[in-house]
């Protein structure tokens, strides 16, 4: 690479070590070598490392990551300024990060002087919460507040609710007994669709991967969930590891996986610890990634491409994932609770078609709750002890806001669509009778501003674009008619963004205008 100009500043020594323990010491008498496979996919953890250690990434640091992974140090410095965790600015060896998003400023969230303001943490059930990291040679994540809420459910939480102890890899056992046809057969016969807001089915996917000449095959679990309002995979993933990594093992096993990666967001350190040891005591390979700060990611495409090394820019798409994903091979992705489901379908000892909620808000019991698919969202916000509603979020920033005359909906796929709305990822947010419509509003539109990737002009431009027009309508200082320009921005959006963020990020605004007669 005779154009590789490297940054003149040198890591320090704990740098150099953090950096190493990922990509491999270096060499003595030489800079670097000639490697027949590349190695750009380990630049995010090395990134991450070096700031676990000292609290930033420093300009030594990143040259020598940079150095390391033989990546132009512009290339790298591009992919670090586009992850919100990634800090390339010095700042004290602790942090804390302040949710400041729908969930926590219902519950009156405050950021001290010092702390970092931050979209949602995934923890709004428990709200007000934050996240504090801390630097050194032994770093630390910690989660606030710490204790868990029971959760609601007897299927895919039944373990969880009642502290019954995982037990043997029964699904997986009867998976190799059946044979990789049968199992996917069995999934394809189920009514699994997918639970990370696509609802493609599930069996169709495995399907079609299988099939595929090309090898080899990858199994990718996007657990990156960030829509405001979710937490339904992390409740998993800390309480259930187990049910997700034998789930895991089933899918590769009949999709033909030679490898499996579980890309779970950076704010989630204790599901990151207990799906790695439940990963070391089934034996899989399967390789934990760590995200670092980017709704982005949770798209497919944008994901492959951080698990890559690269910007999270999500990709054009065809060639869809189950002929090109991953590293440029079939891929199937699918996220947590859709892949929980695997074991019981085997085992078919409960048949029934089953959706984890996320409520929180205005609710005297937030937290995860199960429910069969079709039944009323009004009983589900009665078992939360929903206080008279204003509004409730249905599927998140990406969702919809509902009257409190439509609250008699069956929660299913049929139903939402017919309504014109979508259950998403699970998200029920309530907004009681003092709740500020227009301040959850205006913080939505903010969100998808400062989410979009930039990519393409439909959305870096619109979400700038609307969230303006919004902030002129609040104040009182219209110019002309701001919602045909919203309405207008709207189906830009959604008609031309390349992925869901843009195509969605209207949604809920457009609902709040359209459904409530927010600043209407």
């Known amino acids: 690479m005779p154009d590789l100009k490297l940054l003149d500043a040198e890591p320090t020594e704990a740098e150099r070590e953090a950096i190493d323990a990922v990509v491999g010491a270096e060499p003595a008498g030489s800079d670097r070598v000639v490697r027949s496979r ?10 991450r490392a070096a700031q676990r250690r000292v609290g930033w990434v420093t300009a030594g640091a990143l040259g020598y990551a940079s150095r390391r992974l033989e990546i132009p140090p512009a290339d790298a410095y591009g992919v670090a300024t586009f992850y919100a965790l990634i800090s390339l600015e010095e700042r004290p060896a602790e942090v804390l990060h302040v949710c400041t998003d729908l969930s ?23 709200a007000p919460a ?66 990370g807001g696509a609802a ?6 495995w399907e079609a991967v299988a099939r595929q000449p090309v090898k080899p095959h ?61 990963i070391d005591a089934v034996g899989i390979d399967v390789e934990l990634r760590i995200g670092a700060g980017a709704y982005v990611c949770g798209e497919e495409t944008a994901l492959f491409q951080s698990i890559e090394g690269h910007r999270g820019e999500p990709r054009n798409k065809p060639p869809f994932p189950v002929e090109a994903g991953l ?32 409520v929180s808000g205005d609710v005297a019991r937030p937290g995860l709750y199960e429910l069969e698919l079709g039944t009323p969202l009004s009983q589900l916000l009665d078992t939360a002890g929903a206080e008279p509603a204003k509004a409730v979020l249905l599927g998140g ?76 309508l609040a104040s009182g200082a219209a110019n002309g008619d701001e919602r045909a320009v919203l309405a207008d921005l709207t189906q ?6 390349i992925c869901g963020l843009g195509q969605t990020a209207a949604n809920a605004v457009a609902s709040a205008i359209e459904n409530l007669g927010v600043l209407a």
Do not use: W
């Open 130 to 195: 934050s996240l504090r990291t801390i630097a050194g040679e032994r770093p630390r994540e910690i989660q606030i507040p710490e204790e868990r809420l029971p959760v609601h459910g007897d299927k895919l939480l039944r373990r969880i609710a009642t502290g019954e102890p995982y037990g043997e890899l029964r699904a997986l056992a009867r998976a190799r007994e059946l044979g990789p046809e049968a199992v996917i057969a069995a999934v394809k016969a189920s009514p699994l669709l997918g639970r």
């Open 397 to 472: 920033a990406a969702g919809s806001f509902l009257r409190p005359d439509q609250l008699d909906l069956e929660l299913s796929f049929e139903a939402a669509r017919a309504a014109g709305v979508t259950l998403g990822s699970g998200v029920v947010i309530v907004f009681g009778e003092d709740a500020d419509l227009v301040s959850a509003v205006l913080r939505i539109a903010a969100f998808f501003r400062e989410e979009s990737c930039g990519q393409c002009v439909p959305c870096r431009v619109g979400t700038v674009r609307q969230e303006e027009a919004l902030h002129r």
């Open 218 to 278: 990858f199994l990718v679990c996007n657990a990156d969930e960030s829509e405001p309002g979710t937490f339904k995979d992390r409740v998993i993933m800390e309480q259930d590891p187990f049910a997700l990594v034998e789930a895991m093992a089933i899918a590769m096993f009949a999709t033909g996986c030679e490898k499996g990666y579980v890309y779970i967001r950076a704010e989630y350190p204790l599901a990151q610890r207990r799906v790695q040891d439940a």
């Open 327 to 358: 590293f440029g091979k079939p891929t199937v992705v699918n996220n947590v609770e859709t892949l929980v489901n695997i074991p019981h379908i085997l085992l078919g000892e409960d048949g029934r078609d089953t959706r984890l909620f996320c």
């Open 492 to 497: 830009v959006m959604r008609d031309a963004s």
């Open 200 to 205: 493609f089915p599930t069996g169709l996917k």
């Open 38 to 47: 590349p190695r750009r996919h380990l630049l995010l953890p090395a990134l």
């Open 104 to 126: 926590c400023a219902l519950k009156g969230a405050v950021v001290p002087e010092g702390a970092v303001p931050s979209p949602c943490l995934g923890l709004c059930e428990l």
